[in-house]
């Protein structure tokens, strides 16, 4: 998908402006690439909600819906007041209104063959950050060693 300088790559889950990568985490992106799918079209927040986390993930929606929805107008240099690409539609979801965006002619994958799972997600950033992903409530202790164990 291409928008003014930028491309969506859906293949290789990347965005870039001028054939440069734009930095753009895991989230964000897939927000993005929803948006873009849906594009002309509302999104309210739980339809967003829904695609990006599953029932079962206890995380502040809200908080990151805003969050992903900053870091992809910062990623677009997009300004909320006067947008050129994500427009908000207030108390009700948001709208990707770029007027020249247009698909590539080479037939490329879709978005969801190559989008990671929200349990996927969820487990591969538990795991970067140290945690058990099958018991997150349990800490990790970066000082106990179990050879050193005196049991």
Do not use: C, H
Not at 23 to 48: A, N, S, W
Not at 91 to 104: I, K, S
Not at 108 to 134: N, Q
């Amino acid at each position: 998908m291409r928008f003014d300088d930028f491309e969506l790559d859906y293949a290789r889950f990347q965005l870039y402006r001028a054939s440069k990568p734009v930095r753009l985490e895991g989230l964000p992106l897939q927000l993005l690439m929803f948006l873009v799918d849906k594009r002309g079209q509302l999104v309210t927040r739980e339809q967003i909600s829904s695609q990006l986390w599953s029932k079962d993930v206890f995380v502040d929606v809200e908080q990151g819906i805003n969050t992903a929805i900053r870091k992809i107008r910062r990623a677009l240099m997009d300004d909320a007041g006067e947008p050129q690409y994500l427009q908000t539609v207030v108390g009700r979801g948001y709208r990707f209104v770029a007027p020249n965006a247009t698909e590539d002619s080479i037939a490329s994958p879709s978005a969801e063959t190559f989008m990671v799972s929200p349990e996927e997600l969820g487990r591969a950033i538990m795991t970067a950050a140290g945690l058990d992903p099958e018991n997150p409530r349990a800490t990790p202790n970066p000082r106990y060693n179990k050879s050193e164990d005196p049991r």
